[in-house]
């Protein structure tokens, strides 16, 4: 077991105060019934509003994909310095984490997030707006993802989207819950048939995985912060479907119940591993499975980094992410 307190100490107030808030929050938020006090949440998780002025370098529109079932999607466009719209973009369809449970693409720490990632990576950034569980369980947010994609296919001329963005050179992503998405959503793209829009690479951010098991690192590192077993089993059970355990392919991709990928052209994919992250042994079990079934992988693990440490600019490893991501999508793009 790890010594919580040695870790807690050796970060900032600034870094500690939003993750106490966030924990306590989603402590007292989940009800015993499997269900969610959302009036409670939503006291905690506070909302950006959309810029269509550019504010740091980057100006965003909401897009409404289905209102029906309230899905949307934040469009963050970098803004070049140099008057330069000329200039190819990436594309990263990206999903926000909280545990499939919490959290919105509006969400304050999703938004900044993205905005950074738009303006440093100068890369559109579309981060989609999938239902939340446990009142919609698997796979209503893969669905939720794929259409947003197939929206994109077929409908490339809506508010806000830069004529130089790169269809073809894109890329799905995400961090923790959303990393366990980017995944899923992926794999269904490798079934389907787009003529406008192609996957050159999945970006996975500490992705939430899991299983019956429970790890190495989940034991010894039970104390690191964002990280409580009997937590994360409620966010399982509120997530995957009735009657499903933690081997459900949707939580334990190379397990026993996992879905065959070998055989699919599955995108190039770069896993980012936290060394103080207590899922970091599904997240390394993860880039070990893309490899044994034949995919292009690569692991970036930071010794240091404990889980969601990319949503707090100020620590190191979060600028190294960028560089890391950079390199990434470089050198899928020139393949």
């Not at 106490?20 to 009036?39: E, H, W």
């Not at 594309?91 to 499939?100: C, E, L, P, R, S």
């Not at 989609?128 to 490339?156: A, H, T, W």
């Amino acid at each position: 077991m790890t010594n919580k307190t040695s870790i807690w100490t050796d970060l900032s107030w600034k870094v500690r105060l939003p993750m106490y808030i966030i924990t306590l929050a989603g402590k007292f938020a989940r009800r015993s019934d499997g269900t969610v006090n959302r009036r409670l949440m939503n006291l905690f998780d506070f909302k950006a509003p959309t810029s269509s002025k550019p504010i740091n370098g980057v100006k965003t529109f909401d897009i409404i994909v289905d209102p029906s079932r309230n899905l949307w999607f934040r469009l963050y466009i970098p803004t070049a310095d140099d008057g330069d719209d000329d200039i190819s973009m990436p594309v990263i369809i990206y999903f926000h984490g909280g545990g499939f449970a919490w959290m919105s693409a509006n969400s304050v720490g999703c938004d900044r997030l993205c905005r950074r990632f738009a303006r440093e990576l100068a890369a559109v950034i579309i981060s989609v707006n999938y239902r939340n569980s446990p009142e919609y369980k698997y796979p209503c947010q893969r669905e939720d993802g794929f259409d947003v994609l197939k929206f994109i296919e077929n409908n490339m001329k809506f508010e806000g989207f830069p004529t130089n963005a790169n269809l073809k050179n894109c890329f799905i992503g995400g961090d923790s819950a959303g990393g366990n998405l980017a995944h899923h959503v992926a794999l269904k793209v490798c079934n389907s048939e787009f003529r406008n829009l192609k996957i050159i690479g999945v970006v996975s951010i500490q992705p939430f995985f899991g299983g019956e098991e429970r790890t190495e690192s989940e034991i010894r590192l039970v104390g690191a912060p964002f990280f409580n077993p009997k937590a994360n089993d409620w966010l399982w059970r509120a997530f995957l479907p009735e009657g499903s355990d933690r081997n459900h392919p949707a939580a334990n991709i190379f397990g026993p119940k996992s879905d065959e990928i070998t055989g699919l052209n599955f995108p190039a994919t770069i896993v980012i591993v936290g060394g103080l992250d207590a899922l970091r042994d599904w997240q390394k079990r993860y880039y070990e499975g893309l490899k044994k079934c034949g995919k292009e992988a690569y692991l970036i693990e930071y010794p240091n980094a404990f889980h969601a440490f990319y949503s707090f600019p100020e620590l190191p490893e979060s600028s190294l992410l960028i560089n890391e991501l950079k390199d990434f999508m470089q050198m899928q793009s020139t393949k």
